[in-house]
């Protein structure tokens, strides 16, 4: 879903910017935006100057400090004790420990936690929202939204916590029952990127949680204040309910944690989100162990408009899926194929809409276009337009960084470029979207399904039987298949995930609980007598 450099380091900005050493002079101490009066609001999450990032119970952390910066003017907004290797230990212990009187209660009482987790969330909604935007950059109304989104997934949890469960089955031997018995798996290791701090936590946590699992948690290190703050919302539930806190734990950290995590037997799921890079070193790990492992990974989404399209729907939907969130979506769109009768229209229509972007500070409630998450990510938009050109694109809109405070890049098309260009093919985390021209279905399906990831993807069309045809065996080949929809903005009721280098992970709806769970089937024998399966006389 994500680009991050490092081993299993979420995101991890240079040494530079976010550990340094941790007792500065007071006269930086006082540029911290926390200590600033615009930013008092901070505080109502409970936030401070230093914040301690473990959480099993009680928070603590001896780790190295670091410090979070907000994109949009690469300012200090506030500190993170991280956790150390022994504090993992700490934390992996009382959670098994917790996990022994979480997986007694049953399920319908735990999806009734769960909702209260889901209405302390929506009471500090506009404020966790207002975190989001200032920690990772996206607007306003999208970082609102996703605590939103982790609203409705615990929302949903409750309803299925009353409908877990298996068959069942009727068995051949008379006198006999044939059941499935699902039970939780234990301990589920989270760790989650920067772009979409919250929700993607609570995809995982609200559906393990019903289950009967305990979470193990690791955000991202240039997002940790926000794992603070929902943590801290989570703890107090627990705390409400007298419920042991280590249900629910949190170990900020980096490379140390994350491996730590791979390793671990006794993290009996692992639920991986980040770059396809990064998780094929997760999943080796995992599988070494014969452990579980859950993967969302990277994204090479494409959006094909035929000359039938409506152009309504293509132009603000290619806008949105391009634009949206700085480009920084697992599911954003990279590559617009255009029947060739419409190229040019739509180009100079997506042209005239990129002009009317309103790009501002995230938090303002009328922006639109934010800025890139961390220094390094406007490298990599700058690297990936040189490479586009050397390798034939023309820039037609945008390709330069802004002349402005933050990290900030303008929304990019680059056309010309051949379909299997090395570049096309390549996740860059970036708002660039590479256009291309085709003539026919058969060509334009196969260019969809030649790239390694399979997360999203859309067709725009009124033809039915084509409509079929990619919603069919020989069309996308993606996890996510949309018509006359953008590629972003999927619900939580469907199961979230894709194919190939995405990982084949699900999470969120549909039966995705299922990967939280492990299945026994169980045969019961009510009667006197003792029949073998298949007719076998054994005497």
Not at 163 to 181: F, K, T, V
């Amino acid at each position: 879903m994500w680009r991050v450099p490092g081993h299993l380091c979420v995101r991890f900005a240079g040494r530079s910017k976010l550990s340094g050493p941790w007792s500065r002079p007071a006269a930086f101490m006082s540029t911290l935006l926390i200590h600033q009066p615009q930013y008092a609001w901070l505080k109502e999450l409970g936030l401070r100057e230093e914040n301690e990032g473990v959480y099993n119970g009680s928070w603590g952390g001896r780790g190295e400090v670091i410090t979070t910066y907000c994109p949009a003017n690469n300012e200090p907004i506030a500190r993170v004790r991280q956790a150390s290797v022994a504090d993992y230990e700490e934390t992996v212990k009382k959670a098994r420990e917790a996990w022994r009187i979480w997986a007694d209660i049953p399920a319908p009482k735990r999806g009734e936690v769960v909702r209260q987790i889901g209405d302390a969330l929506r009471e500090k909604i506009q404020v966790l929202g207002s975190l989001v935007s200032l920690e990772m950059g996206k607007i306003l109304v999208e970082g609102v939204g996703e605590v939103q989104e982790y609203v409705d997934i615990c929302d949903y949890a409750v309803g299925l916590s009353r409908m877990i469960g298996g068959p069942i089955l009727p068995s051949e031997r008379p006198g006999h029952a044939l059941i499935e018995q699902w039970n939780p798996v234990g301990l589920v290791g989270i760790i989650t990127a920067f772009n979409f701090p919250v929700a993607v936590y609570g995809w995982n946590n609200a559906i393990a949680m019903i289950c009967g699992n305990v979470c193990l948690w690791k955000g991202a290190p240039t997002t940790s204040l926000i794992s603070v703050a929902v943590t801290k919302i989570i703890a107090k539930v627990l705390e409400d309910n007298k419920l042991p806190g280590a249900i629910c734990s949190l170990t900020c950290g980096g490379a140390d944690i994350g491996t730590a995590m791979a390793k671990d037997e006794r993290v009996n799921l692992l639920s991986f989100t980040g770059s396809t890079q990064v998780g094929k070193q997760v999943a080796l790990m995992v599988q070494e162990r014969f452990g579980r492992s859950l993967l969302e990974l990277g994204g090479n989404n494409a959006i094909i408009a035929f000359e039938d399209a409506d152009l309504s729907l293509v132009v603000p939907s290619a806008l949105f899926a391009a634009v949206g969130t700085a480009g920084q979506r697992c599911t954003t769109a990279r590559r617009l194929f255009l029947h060739e009768s419409i190229h040019d229209e739509v180009v100079n229509r997506l042209k005239k809409a990129y002009a009317q972007i309103r790009v501002g500070n995230p938090w303002d409630s009328n922006v639109l276009y934010g800025p890139l998450h961390t220094k390094q990510a406007v490298n990599m938009f700058l690297g990936a337009v040189e490479a586009a050109k050397k390798e034939g694109g023309t820039v037609v809109y945008g390709g330069k960084v802004m002349d402005r405070p933050g990290n900030y890049v303008e929304p990019t098309i680059v056309t010309g470029l051949a379909h299997n260009a090395s570049i096309a093919h390549t996740e860059t985390f970036a708002p660039i979207l590479y256009v291309f021209k085709f003539k026919n279905e058969d060509e334009v399906f196969a260019w969809n399904n030649e790239v390694k990831q399979g997360l999203s993807s859309s067709i725009f069309t009124k033809d039915l039987g084509r409509i079929f045809r990619w919603l069919g065996p020989k069309g996308s080949d993606c996890g996510i298949v949309n018509v006359n929809i953008p590629t972003s903005g999927a619900e939580i009721g469907g199961a979230f995930g894709g194919e190939k280098h995405t990982g084949g992970g699900r999470e969120s709806g549909s039966d995705a609980w299922k990967q939280y769970m492990r299945r026994s089937t169980c045969t019961i024998n009510y009667s006197k007598d003792l029949p073998l399966a298949q007719g076998i006389k054994f005497q």
